[in-house]
T-cell receptor
């Protein structure tokens, strides 16, 4: 069964550094998402991406965050200047069309020191 | 009223038991409904999609009651491996993002 894949599985970064989290969505999917989950809390929506542009974003997704789909397969989340509170699991998800469920990657654990 | 409400649990049940979770939602225009399960420190995994009155997959049955605006998940013959947090997700009509609550924790014991 096709999967959403994310790399790296764990990223440790110094505060203030830039970090790029990578995702390869399922190949025929058209909608892409990033979520995060701080330890012990619920999964929170960050941003959705469709037709090469951001379609929705949450309050968490401020100017420090950006997303890109640089080629036909990768979908990246960049955090420009990381803060301690950015430490979380970051999940990428994709789906084929509007009423279909989203499928999640197994996440990148981001630890900011 | 919150968009989606679930009993946080935990539900402690012995192996072999039948357990049911309820989820109420506020947006009457929602057309699609999903149950995900999430193991500790893992990604949410799709368990079941519901677009009409219900869905069944092996030991798992989801039922939708549009009039009362709730969706249930029934697990029969619980296994130890069913221990997880179960997340009811009801996207508002016209929106594609998912809003997650904290879900319902299930602990199945030997």
């Amino acid at each position: 069964e096709p999967e959403v894949t994310q790399t790296p599985s764990h990223q440790v970064t110094q505060m203030g550094q830039e970090v790029i989290l990578r995702c390869v969505p399922i190949s025929n999917h058209l909608y892409f998402y990033w979520y995060r989950q701080i330890l012990g809390q619920k999964v929170e929506f960050l941003v959705s991406f469709y037709n090469n542009e951001i379609s929705e974003k949450s309050e968490i997704f401020d100017d420090q965050f950006s997303v890109e789909r640089p080629d036909g397969s990768n979908f990246t989340l960049k955090i420009r200047s990381t803060k301690l509170e950015d430490s979380a699991m970051y999940f990428c998800a994709s789906k084929m069309r509007g009423d279909q469920p989203q499928h999640f990657g197994d996440g990148t654990r981001l630890s900011i020191l | 009223r919150k968009e989606v409400e679930q009993d946080p649990g935990p539900f402690n049940v012995p192996e072999g038991a039948t357990v049911a979770f309820n989820c109420t939602y506020s947006n009457s225009a929602s057309q699609s409904f999903f149950w995900y399960r999430q193991d500790c420190r893992k990604e949410p995994k799709l368990l079941m999609s519901v677009y009409s009155s219900g869905n069944e997959d092996g030991r798992f049955t989801a039922q939708l009651n549009r009039a009362s605006q709730y969706i249930s998940l029934l697990i029969r013959d619980s296994k130890l491996s069913d221990s997880a947090t179960y997340l009811c997700v009801v996207p508002p009509s016209g929106y594609s993002t998912l809003t997650f609550g904290k879900g319902t924790m299930l602990l199945v014991s030997p």
